[in-house]
């Protein structure tokens, strides 16, 4: 028996050897994947639905990738998106902004570009911390 259509990972568009198994020689492969039915409580269908969600953001076919690969593939399409997303965000902000508000920058919208952290004041004084930790 092939696999059927409802079973995670499978695909009615994948060749099925004589043996009833997928032929696609990838980690898709039900030859290759261990047997986690027992008390897995669904786990292998949340792992296979990440892959197949990570394939639909990248828009690549998941066979001959790895989960790591996917990963990579989607954030980049991700961060490319958001980089158009926050440029009309800037733009339509600014345009439509109020006397004396100052305009924004693109990297102000865009949540995958790391905000500079504040930094941290240094001091000598470290009776603080015996105070917290030691003195309790």
Do not use: C
């Given at each position: ?11 009615a ?24 039915e ?48 926050s440029q ?28 500079a ?12 911390l ?7």
């Open positions: 028996m092939g696999a059927s259509p409802d079973e995670p990972g499978a695909s568009n994948r060749p099925v050897a004589s043996t009833g198994r997928s032929v696609a020689g990838s980690d898709q492969d039900p030859a290759r994947q261990p047997d986690f027992s008390g897995d409580r669904g786990g292998t269908e949340r792992r296979w639905r990440i892959v197949w969600e990570l394939a639909g953001v990248a828009g690549v076919d998941p066979g001959p990738l790895t989960l790591r690969e996917l990963v990579w593939i989607a954030e980049a399409r991700q961060r490319e998106a958001w980089s158009h997303t009309v965000l800037a733009m339509t902000y600014n345009s439509h902004r109020g006397k004396g508000a100052r305009a924004m920058k693109p990297a102000e919208f865009n949540p995958f570009i790391e905000k952290a504040k930094p941290v004041a240094k001091t000598n004084d470290l009776s603080i015996k105070q917290v930790f030691v003195d309790r």
